[in-house]
């Protein structure tokens, strides 16, 4: 709406009233007042919101200075924006409703100022922030007068300028960063963001505002998650997926890459002795020296257990390879202080170098852990490079193994009994049980060849049980004099049910525990002796005698002999084979 107003003067002729002169019908509706009641009277004496002495006399300092001006009157509910234009004595305002628009302004300064967010306003044309948020202060730790007095640039890494600059120019109506950005903070510290934001019109500028979210912490998070998935919990290695990875983008570079498989030696008896803990502790220590040993793009990993593994992309010649899987075994084999104990362990390793043992990462993994196990065999402390031989014995125990399972599912093993005579009657006094496998194909099969692979399978307990079983069931059929004796694997002592397992077989026989006789040898000692030894009492309160086996071919110790009291001793031939001589 508009309005014409005519000066009233004084006798100096200086403006001191206005008096209203013409008004529309706009201007009727906006001030509530009747098209023609206000005419010619002055303004002090109407009856709406130009009437206050404060308008008046900015109007009159419109018309003293014969210029123009623009303010803003709130009245009741209504926000009026006044236009006032003065020529001669008429002064021409122009009233705008500006309502809606203040509360548009209000809900922004109350969703910028207020949130907690960092948000911004700048300007397009030349970057400059026009007005930044009190969280956006608070977050990026600059003063808001310092904000005020920036650029955009001056939140971004040198760097990443261009990126930061070609983003901008692409601006349109609307922005949502699509990928993640880098700014930097008053301390000079950098944080990760994504950035929202629209166009506005911020006075007479054109401008955007942008809401910033501070991811940081997600990213460090996220890059934890991937470090964890990557490396082992327990020593921070690389883990098998890693290493896996690593290889595989090793071995396509076309390059020769050794692949050396790790295993510990005597760790098994650092747990069994000192507990979990202090082996956990020894692998943290063991990881530290093979960080040591192994640098530059060369990687080293924890697979698992006291198992790990080396990647060699440079000087992989096998003399180079050999000197370093040398030196590996001597800084691994050293005393490690764990607590208050010295602990000597000792390094095998096996070794695969491509691509002559293989050309992808599976076939170095399998030809490295077959050279691995001959290394075991060999007595451990030593490396051992992949021969194709290996495989061919590998391929034929893997088929040991297949048939081991196949033979105990068809019935294909089988009792013998050997006699034992007392010297000094001359007279039977018991048997032993004798394992034998009847191969359909291959016939018998020494139990040299298959037990200690029944054992590494797990096979030996139910083949242990189905002979306790089988000879109890065929001594109880025998003169009540004649004992029965079976031998017992240290594996078959793992399971815990073994008291259970003889119990069951007598029980069903019928056989005098009296009768029975059960044989073990030194190994059994070498691990988890009190829990052993435990089983072995519980045995011998049953009635059953307990016999130690082949002594001589092991450890021989008499600590052994001093542990339980054993009914019977059996001497190895060949440890006595020569006291005659």
Not at 551 to 579: A, E, N
Request: glycine share 6%; aromatic share 8%; charged share 25%.
């Amino acid at each position: 709406g508009w309005r014409s107003r005519g000066t009233v003067r004084d006798a100096r002729q200086n403006p001191f009233a206005l008096r209203m002169v013409h008004h529309n019908r706009a201007a009727a509706v906006l001030l509530k007042v009747p098209a023609e009641s206000r005419q010619w009277r002055r303004l002090r004496e109407g009856g709406n919101r130009l009437c206050s002495d404060l308008v008046t006399e900015r109007l009159l300092e419109v018309m003293a200075g014969a210029g123009r001006d623009q303010f803003e009157i709130n009245s009741n509910d209504r926000d009026l924006r006044i236009g006032a234009s003065a020529f001669g004595d008429m002064l021409s305002l122009t009233i705008s409703d500006v309502t809606a628009l203040k509360r548009r302004e209000d809900s922004f300064r109350l969703l910028f100022d207020n949130n907690p967010m960092p948000m911004w306003v700048f300007d397009v044309e030349t970057t400059r922030f026009l007005s930044v948020n009190d969280a956006a202060v608070q977050h990026y730790g600059y003063p808001s007068h310092k904000f005020l007095q920036m650029k955009l640039q001056d939140l971004w890494p040198q760097e990443e300028w261009s990126a930061h600059t070609e983003a901008l120019q692409q601006i349109g109506g609307s922005h949502y960063s699509g990928r993640n950005w880098r700014h930097l903070k008053a301390d000079g510290s950098a944080i990760e963001v994504l950035t929202y934001g629209r166009r506005v019109a911020f006075g007479d500028r054109d401008a955007f505002m942008v809401a910033v979210v501070d991811i940081t912490e997600r990213r460090q998070a996220e890059a934890r998650i991937a470090h964890m998935a990557h490396h082992d919990g327990l020593t921070n290695l690389p883990n098998r997926e890693l290493f896996q990875e690593r290889l595989k983008q090793a071995l396509e570079k076309g390059k020769p890459v050794a692949v050396l498989c790790v295993d510990l030696d005597l760790f098994k008896n650092v747990n069994d002795s000192l507990g979990h803990p202090v082996g956990d502790r020894l692998l943290k220590l063991v990881a530290e020296r093979l960080r040591t040993q192994v640098c530059g793009d060369n990687l080293a990993a924890r697979l698992g257990g006291d198992e790990f593994a080396v990647i060699l992309t440079s000087d992989v010649s096998p003399n180079e390879v050999s000197g370093f899987a040398a030196r590996l075994i001597q800084a691994l084999s050293a005393v490690y202080q764990v607590d208050d104990n010295e602990v000597v362990i000792g390094a095998s390793i096996g070794i695969a170098l491509s691509p002559g043992d293989g050309s992808t990462s599976e076939e170095l993994m399998r030809n490295g852990d077959l050279a691995l196990y001959r290394a075991k065999e060999d007595g451990g402390a030593v490396h051992r490079f992949f021969e194709r031989e290996m495989d061919r014995r590998a391929q034929k125990r893997r088929d040991m193994e297949l048939d081991l399972r196949r033979a105990f599912a068809n019935g294909e093993f089988e009792l013998h009994y050997q006699p034992l005579v007392d010297v000094a009657t001359d007279h039977i006094s018991g048997f032993e049980a004798l394992l034998r496998w009847r191969h359909p194909d291959k016939g018998m099969i020494s139990p040299a060849d298959f037990i200690p692979v029944a054992e590494d399978i797990g096979l030996i307990v139910a083949l242990g049980e189905w002979v306790l079983r089988e000879a109890c069931n065929e001594a109880v059929k025998w003169p009540a004099g004649v004992k029965l004796a079976v031998n017992l694997s240290p594996v078959q002592f793992r399971s815990r049910n073994l008291v259970q397992v003889v119990i069951s077989a007598l029980a069903n026989s019928g056989l005098s525990p009296m009768r029975l006789e059960l044989e073990i040898t030194e190994s059994l000692f070498l691990a988890e002796t009190e829990a052993n030894l435990a089983i072995l009492h519980q045995l011998r309160e049953l009635g059953v005698s307990i016999s130690m086996d082949d002594f001589g071919t092991g450890y021989s110790s008499l600590s052994y002999l001093r542990s339980f009291p054993f009914d019977k001793i059996k001497i190895d031939r060949s440890f006595v084979k020569d006291l005659a001589r």
